[in-house]
């Protein structure tokens, strides 16, 4: 026997349209201008204008993925250098999205994760649960990105939201 039921009354309604959650948005950031344009447009667009929740996450490469080469004692060394160098940008790129929200009257969770950026903002979609990825486009070419690889590339392919890839815009020539 099938079963029917009368539509909330509009006093429920509103009060089951406001319990559900907000949108969440993530938003890669890394220390190119590409990046910081799509971090505006989320901000502009999505945070400001919807309400929405903004998590900007940036992906820290680890050292060791950035140095393989020399003797064990000559690495170490270098490995301790480009661990200093890999926190100290990491910490000018969160340094750089905190203030563009600020200066946007906008609430952002900024988060620094070590990793490789692709796997890092596909995880950050699952752990927030997010609507949206918002991402930056560097313009590279098919050559180029077969070489270079394109985080938004995958992250468009193995996202488990929707994602929305930035481009900055060009001068007129």
Known sequence: MAETRA???PAAAAAEECSRKKTVVVVGVDDSDHSYSALEWAVRHV???AGAELVVVHGKPSASSVVSFGSPAAAGDVVNFVEA???KRAED???RARRLCIAN???GLIEVIEGEPRYVLCNAVEKHGADLLVVGSHGYGAIMRAFLGSVSDYCAHHARCSVMIVKQNKPKK
């Open 85 to 87: 160098d890999l926190r």
């Open 105 to 107: 009257s906008v609430h």
């Open 93 to 95: 790129v969160a340094d």
């Open 7 to 9: 539509a909330p009354a």
């Open 47 to 49: 945070a400001a204008a």
